[in-house]
């Protein structure tokens, strides 16, 4: 008899006390990323490489990410990073656009401690992605500042 996955572990109990669930999580995934693929900076980004027949099983995804990330499920079996190396022109605006909309996003549609766990999540993300991607460009990353927050546009 195989064992039982135990029952996920939700990584914040005060956002679970919010609201936090998969519902709430894929509102905000459905949010986000309908404005950022139409955002000047970060929307050409994403249309030349998600296109419209494979944006629903790219946000599900994403949801699945999330989903992994806060409420501690066994859902997402991605690799992003190898997704990520391959676009050459990303850079820290587009990392700072990123967050600066998701930080808008979530504070719009979240109880307080449920955003602050988001963005807290999306910035430790955005900041690995761009350690990982300097490092495969070989730039220095001695002194690489973290990045600075963009106000939202």
């Known amino acids: 008899m195989a064992a039982r996955d ?15 669930g998969e519902a709430m999580i894929r509102q905000v995934v459905h949010h986000f990323y309908a404005a950022a693929r139409e955002d000047p900076v970060i929307g050409p980004v994403f249309r030349a490489r998600v296109p419209d027949d494979r944006w629903q099983p790219h946000l599900d995804k994403i949801e699945d990410f999330w ?7 066994r859902g997402y ?8 190396l391959a676009i050459s022109e990303l850079n ?4 700072r656009r990123w967050l600066a909309l998701f930080r808008h ?7 307080p401690k449920t955003a602050q766990l988001f963005v807290e999540r999306s910035e ?4 690995a992605f761009r350690i990982n ?12 500042p973290k990045l600075t927050r963009e106000p939202y546009p």
């Open 6 to 20: 135990p029952q996920p572990v939700p990584r914040s109990p005060e956002a679970v006390a919010e609201g936090l």
């Open 124 to 127: 430790r993300t955005a900041e």
């Open 67 to 73: 989903c992994s990330s806060l409420l501690g499920t």
């Open 133 to 144: 991607i300097g490092m495969a460009r070989g730039e220095d990353l001695m002194f690489r």
């Open 77 to 84: 079996d991605g690799r992003p990073m190898p997704k990520h």
């Open 92 to 95: 820290d605006d587009h990392f």
């Open 105 to 111: 996003t979530v504070t719009q549609l979240c109880p």
